[in-house]
């Protein structure tokens, strides 16, 4: 159970009212134009949006965690580790779509925050094949389970969630529901998946 700024303490209230409010969130960054002024693939803009989302849930909304966290036996990148992957990620190519999956794959290696990368990390990625490519992700044409089994295999293996995420782009950038459909995507892979944190 995460402290939070709303006094909280199910864990199930939490999560409706975490994506209650981060959908709003999502909705008003799309609408009021901010995602087309943020640097495209950096993570400086990956913070951003992850603070625009939660700010009003989690003090550590936009700030890089300060724990370990595992999801099964996958261990994400080690806190001691994080900055320099960090840095790594917003160093590599961005320029065809290939690469931008593998800097999405990186990223997701890396899960910077506490709680809350699926959406902040989706959002990031399309704003990067938007920049590139002028295309984003329909994530309503992508299988849920399809998807989790592909990431998980992707450190050793990326073919997989390219040949995925390839069949669902679309031209459609400006859609906002296209762009609502991988908020609500993002939400169910996240609270779906059990993490585990470990304090410093």
Not at 9 to 27: G, N, V, W
Not at 138 to 158: G, N, T
Not at 167 to 174: F, S
Request: proline share 2%; with cysteine.
């Amino acid at each position: 159970m995460l402290e939070n700024k709303l006094g909280i303490t199910d864990s199930a209230e939490l999560a409706r009212e975490e994506e209650k409010i981060s959908k709003k969130k999502a909705r008003e960054l799309f609408e009021n134009g901010v995602l087309d002024t943020l640097e495209a693939g950096k993570t400086a803009s990956l913070m951003a949006i992850h603070k625009a989302l939660f700010e009003d849930i989690y003090d550590f909304a936009g700030k890089i965690r300060t724990v370990n966290i595992a999801k099964g036996n996958f261990r994400f990148a080690p806190v001691m580790y994080l900055e320099v992957a960090l840095q790594n990620v917003d160093k590599m190519p961005q320029s065809t779509f290939e690469e931008i999956v593998e800097k999405y794959v990186e990223m997701n290696i890396a899960h910077p925050f506490r709680e809350g990368n699926g959406r902040a990390t989706r959002i990031w990625f399309d704003c990067i094949l938007k920049n590139e490519i002028g295309k984003v992700v329909d994530w309503s044409l992508v299988d849920k389970e399809d998807y989790l089994l592909a990431m998980e295999r992707s450190p050793v293996k990326d073919i997989e969630i390219k040949h995925i995420l390839k069949n669902a782009l679309t031209d459609k950038i400006n859609d906002r529901e296209v762009f609502m459909k991988g908020i609500d995507h993002s939400y169910y892979y996240e609270n779906y998946t059990t993490f585990k944190t470990e304090d410093l």
